[in-house]
């Protein structure tokens, strides 16, 4: 199983970037999808989760202005950033607990897409 993340970028607080990340291999179900995000010298963080019953969950800081949605047919998860600040920047990671015809759920990790907001 792979995850390819994609979207970062550079933007100026108050605008909007939308990351998108797709698992691909022998996948039997993807039970939870989730971005976390680094920034410089912090801890990774999660950042919004979704299961495939398409529940929620989001830290504080970025409530009401990320929204994470999945499409389950593509195995993609989306992140809609929206009202982005200077302290959104970090390195991105997309992650989904994954199950194979094979193999009980295991975790999986995608590369880091950088999100950089200019103040």
């Known amino acids: 199983v792979q995850l390819q993340a994609s979207g970062g970028g550079l933007v100026q607080a108050g605008g909007s970037l939308r990351l998108s990340c797709e698992a691909s291999?022998?996948?039997?179900?993807?039970?939870?999808m989730v971005w976390y995000r680094q920034a410089p010298g912090k801890q990774r963080e999660l950042v919004a989760s979704?299961?495939?019953?398409?529940?929620?969950v989001y830290t504080d800081s970025v409530k009401g202005r990320f929204t994470i949605s999945r499409d389950n047919a593509k195995n993609t998860v989306y992140l809609q950033m929206n009202s982005l600040k200077y302290e959104d920047t970090a390195v991105y990671y997309c992650?989904?607990?994954?199950?194979?015809?094979?193999?009980?759920?295991?975790?999986?990790w995608g590369q880091g897409t950088q999100v950089t907001v200019s103040s």
């Open positions: 979704i299961t495939n019953g398409g529940n929620t």
């Open positions: 992650n989904a607990v994954v199950t194979t015809p094979t193999t009980g759920p295991r975790n999986y």
């Open positions: 291999g022998n996948i039997f179900i993807i039970n939870v």
